[in-house]
């Protein structure tokens, strides 16, 4: 059994979509393919529904040179039979259009129903070129597989309740020797209604749907080799890594890696499933394997960065805090949906980095009764992550004397784990940080290495 995701330039066009056959037809045995909207769909729908408050007819145009583009993939690949279902979500993304018109706000529940049209497209069509080019594919609609809790734009499967749609629609399926085919990123919540899990989450579906169906493999098909030792665009010695461990593919995702959706670990690193990171444009390219036994090609180290993070200080108002005084604090972030990337406790005090955008003020009010909490925005995250920083502890000193001359306002373990380690420094030029990191641990920097030792 095998689940097989394309994101969306891997679905971007009708080369794309060839791409993808060929790709499929090459798996044996069990398939289910999960697709990303068309490249650059999800981004206009989010633009059609902000347009939609004060431009309706604007944004219907818009919606509909959408609609004309899928078409067009249509009859570029002959799979004219879709044509008709096409329509019919483009109907529905209509009325949702009309009804933030009418509301004059894109709440967040309509603007889950409008960009779920992108998903829904794709997985439309990527069914009916498969079953034109002979592959015998059934389409499922995401909504009726994976269930969610009702929270908007970044909601949390209910794996049982996922698990037990994926046994009564999709096993019947396969059982028939069909090739599954259903969209990422959306599901539904309580009451059917529409929710999305957050930008990337295509990932996340294909990975909670091949830990439903116990899945020999989970297959990222992406526009690049695999998951690099840094962004190839920023660092030029960049490598392709051949294989990693969960733990540190989750650290790099979470710390602004681009290739794979950090929450993509968990449901496949829970069952032991390995996750493929590969390339549609090259799909003989042996890609990048994630699992429990990253490090035996040798060692690796990569590295990843994320600018405007916020760092936030949580201090207790009495001096002398008792020791529920961090777990106190963690369950208020979790309750404010303030999500961490690295932090440390000492004593009364916790210091953590969040992502621009987390719900401060709903922490200050959880906590306000027993602590104080203090801000400093415009921060750079940079994390380094490897069994060789494990291996060789010169590595770490290496790493900080990187930082030489930067304001360091925190150095920790993500997670607690030996094979990571992140900063928070107060530097814009994120891109020269990275690629001065990436040098030193590479073994690049013989001059810094030479001074430390």
């Known amino acids: 059994m095998r689940v097989l995701k394309f994101g969306g330039t891997s679905v971007a066009d009708a080369a794309a979509l060839e791409r993808l056959v060929g790709i499929v037809k090459t798996r044996t045995g069990a398939r289910t393919v999960v697709v990303s909207a068309l490249a650059g769909v999800t981004d206009r729908l989010l633009a059609i529904g902000e347009l939609a408050v004060h431009d309706r007819a604007g944004a219907r145009a818009a919606l509909d040179e959408i609609l004309t583009r899928h078409l067009d993939m249509a009859r570029a690949l002959s799979a004219l039979a879709v044509e008709p279902m096409l329509r019919g979500i483009a109907r529905g993304a209509e009325r949702t259009v009309d009804g933030i018109a009418d509301a004059a706000h894109a709440s967040p529940p309509l603007l889950d129903k409008l960009v779920a049209a992108g998903e829904l497209w794709s997985s439309r069509l990527v069914a009916a070129y498969l079953t034109e080019c002979g592959v015998r594919a059934q389409w499922i609609d995401a909504r009726h597989l994976v269930s969610t809790d009702g929270r908007h734009r970044q909601a949390t499967p209910d794996l049982a309740a996922t698990e037990d749609a994926v046994r009564r629609h999709v096993r019947p399926a396969l059982a028939l020797d069909r090739v599954v085919v259903t969209g990422g990123f959306i599901g539904s ?27 020999d493999e989970i297959e990222i098909w992406t526009d690049v080799d695999g998951v690099y030792s840094a962004d190839p665009r920023v660092v030029a010695g960049a490598r392709v890594l051949p294989a990693m461990s969960y733990e540190d593919a989750e650290i790099l995702a979470t710390f602004g890696a681009k290739v794979l959706h950090p929450r993509t670990i968990e449901p496949a690193a829970a069952l ?64 404010a949906h303030v999500a961490v990337l690295v932090g440390e406790v000492h004593k009364g005090k916790l210091t953590v980095a969040v992502s621009p955008g ?44 990187a930082f030489d001359g930067r304001h360091v306002h925190l150095v920790a373990r993500p997670g607690g784990a030996a094979s990571a380690l992140a900063v928070v420094v107060e530097d814009a030029a994120v891109h020269d940080l990275l690629a001065r990191l990436h040098g030193v641990l590479a073994g690049e920097a013989d001059v810094l290495r030479a001074a430390v030792a």
């Open 272 to 335: 032991g499933i390995p996750v493929r990171v590969l390339n549609s444009r090259r799909p003989d390219a042996p890609g990048t394997r994630i699992d429990a036994d990253g490090s035996r090609t040798g060692g690796y180290i990569a590295v990843a960065a994320r600018g405007t993070v916020t760092l936030v200080h949580v201090t207790a108002r009495q001096r002398r805090a008792d020791r529920a005084f961090a777990a106190r604090v963690l369950q208020a972030m979790a309750d």
């Open 189 to 215: 919540g309580p009451g059917g209604v529409t929710t999305t899990l957050g930008r990337g989450g295509s990932d996340y579906s294909a990975a909670i749907l091949g830990a439903c169906l116990l899945a």
């Open 358 to 401: 987390a719900d401060l003020d709903g922490l200050r009010a959880r906590v306000g009764d027993f602590a104080e909490v203090q801000t400093r925005e415009g921060l750079t995250a940079v994390c380094a992550v490897g069994d060789r920083l494990t291996e060789d502890p010169r590595l770490v000193m290496l790493a900080l004397a």
